[in-house]
Each structure stands twice: as structure tokens, then as C-alpha cells.
């Protein structure tokens, strides 16, 4: 089953809005332009490895979803919460949720991105400003939500660049 995403259904990032608003719309479009590079394939062109990487648009979908969730959670809010990926963490395994995604489906992949998205939005928008600092200590002191956006969105568009060079590699589709 193929998921298909229109990029003019990319979220559109306001040009005047508050800090919060503009954060997480930009998120959103890089959120969405996955999606895009990853809309209308099969789960086998998901998992797609360019040579000589083992890197896949599902790989992509799937760590993106981790990373967001485990800064924003996890970090930030300090929650607990175990989602259908926390089986597959390997202790010590950098890089395990790049490689787990052979058997998933491409509505598994895109639904976890998007229950990931809900959750950020939830938290952040429940969150008394940008200047809120994080539960837990990720390099010894807190971070503060500003902070967390802000990587998040650098996460998302360093690997929208491979996401551009696995899609065009598999069918030549290219575009911003």
C-alpha cells in the first residue's frame, strides 16, 4: 500500500507570527517535505539503500520520528511514554532506528511521524514559553524548549538532503 502526500499540501510556515507558531511551522514543512520524498512508494522502495549506505527514506521516516519524540518527550517533558518502536531500541546500537524498518509498512511509517507530530504540538503548545527548560540534563544542564525546536528543525532539514539524493536514486522524482 503507497501512501501519497501532495507537496502543495506542504504546511506553510507563517510569516508573522509568534516564536512558537513560526518554530513549529517550520518543523512542519520539513515534516511534510519528508513525507513528500517518501509519498507513492512501496514498502520495498522504502527501504531502499543507496549504495554504499544503508540509509532508506523509510530509515528517514522512522528516525526522525524517534529523534523528535525522545527530545520533545522525553527530554523536555520528562515523560515516560513507550511507543511501538521502543521494542526495537537496542542499547548501544547508534543508528538502530536508520535500520529497523525492513517488514514495516509505509502507513506504519508515516502514521508514527505523524503521532510524533501530535505529541510535539501538544507539548509545546501546553508549554508556558520557549524559555521552559528541559526535564532532563541531555549534555549536563538543561536545554531549553528554543532550544529543542530549534534542533529539531536542523535534524529534519540535514536529512531531507539525503532524503532528495535516496528518492531521486530510486524513480528520478526531484524537486524542493
Known sequence: ???IFDPTDRAQTPLVADEKTMLL??????RDTLRWKCSGLIAE???FEHVP???SLGGLLKHLA????SWVQMTFAGGDDSPAWETQRQEGWDGWSLRTTAGETPQVL??????????TERIVGGAPSLEALSH???YGEPCSLRWVLLHLVQEHGRHLGHADLIREAIDGTVGI
Open 136 to 138: 532532563e540534563m541531555p
Open 110 to 119: 508515516f502514521d508514527s511521524l505523524t503521532e510524533t507530530q501530535r505529541l
Open 1 to 3: 500500500m503507497m501512501t
Open 53 to 55: 549506505s544503508a540509509l
Open 25 to 30: 511551522g517550520m518543523l512542519a514543512f520539513q
Open 45 to 47: 522502495q522504502l527501504a
Open 66 to 69: 524517534v529523534v523528535e519524540f
